[in-house]
């Protein structure tokens, strides 16, 4: 029903920042409840954050990412975005947008993803 794309990844230096993408298509697109999440090589996909399409509405952010990383929405171009700031090479992981009927940080609750982009951030 609906289809992510996430765009904007690309290799980085510690303290850089980036501002990824994800374009979603589909009737209802702005129903659903959103989410980044990410996954580095080895570990579980864990949340970065959980958001709404609705301007002001609070997002929830993991601790690591939190004072750092900034969601935001632009109904009208159908585009979440997600800014990242003193990236760290922790952050380093493929980095997904997901859609799903209700706000959780549990990646197996979401029913639809992008493919992810890639975020490599060096020392």
């Known amino acids: 029903q609906v289809q992510l794309e996430e765009l904007g990844g690309g290799l980085v230096q510690s303290g850089d920042s980036l501002r990824l993408s994800c374009v979603a298509a589909g009737q209802g697109f702005a129903t659903y409840a959103m989410a980044w999440f990410r996954q580095a090589a080895g570990k579980e996909r864990e949340i970065v954050t959980t958001?709404?399409?609705?301007?002001?509405?609070?997002?929830y952010y993991a601790d690591n990412v939190k004072g750092r990383f900034t969601v935001s929405t632009d109904v009208a171009r159908h585009t979440v975005y997600l800014q990242m700031n003193n990236l760290k090479p922790e952050d380093t992981a493929v980095y997904y947008c997901?859609?799903?009927?209700?706000?959780?940080?549990?990646?197996?609750?979401?029913?639809?993803w992008g493919r992810g982009t890639q975020v490599t951030v060096t020392a």
């Open positions: 997901a859609a799903g009927s209700q706000y959780t940080t549990q990646a197996q609750l979401y029913d639809h």
């Open positions: 958001f709404s399409w609705i301007p002001n509405n609070v997002a």
